[in-house]
């Protein structure tokens, strides 16, 4: 007798390319979706970046220590994503055969994305902290479209985007709990 959960691969499967299906244009899109769709695969992680950038420069801000943290829980989310590339190394789309690529890329392994683990890794830390929920609500939005936009050009599949999601959030639960155990320094005058 076999376990119920070992059929469902090719369940998960045909569900994960049916709805890439119904995001990815299967012709050309127009000049316009194509340059919305490119702007937002990149854009929001660009925007993320700067935001971290300017969050560390402006200590009166005291929001150093949350960007570091964002930083480096987002770091190790991007180790995690090399494990598992190397261990399970999916084709992307384009490369698979199922979908056309309306944007160069290499043809590496999409699950899971590296851009939207980090963009919702940074989301997540920031929505933890009551000075930077706003800011984590925006990136997390951001997430979304940039979400869309990789799909629609044909670089992921939705699976890959739940996969980021997952790891994310395991990465940045893991850095808070690991933040949050640790005893306060005690701050010198």
């Known amino acids: 007798m076999t376990a119920p ?3 469902l691969g090719p369940v998960v499967y045909a569900v994960d390319l049916r709805l890439f299906h119904a995001i990815h244009p299967s012709t ?13 695969a990149d854009g929001p992680l660009i925007l993320t970046a700067a935001l971290l950038g ?24 991007l180790l995690l994503n090399l494990v598992i590339g190397a261990v399970w190394d999916r084709a992307r789309p384009f490369v698979a055969g199922v979908g ?6 290499a043809a590496t392994g999409s699950f899971p994305s590296d851009h939207l683990t980090v963009q919702w890794v940074v989301a997540g830390i920031l ?3 009551q000075r930077s929920r706003v800011w984590g609500i925006g990136i997390a939005l951001l997430g979304l479209l ?11 599949y939705p699976g ?25 320094a005690v701050q010198r005058r």
């Open 5 to 7: 959960a070992l059929g």
């Open 28 to 40: 050309p899109p127009s000049p316009a979706m194509l340059h919305l769709a490119r702007g937002l």
């Open 54 to 77: 300017t969050m560390l420069m402006f200590p009166r801000w005291s929001m150093r220590s949350i960007a570091l943290k964002a930083v480096g829980v987002a770091a190790v989310a």
């Open 100 to 105: 056309q690529a309306w944007v160069s890329h």
């Open 127 to 129: 929505l933890l902290n």
């Open 146 to 156: 940039m979400a869309w936009a990789r799909i629609y050009l044909g670089v992921h």
């Open 160 to 184: 890959d985007m739940l996969g980021a999601l997952a790891i994310g959030g395991l990465a940045m639960l893991s850095g808070w709990a690991g933040v949050a155990s640790q005893p306060h």
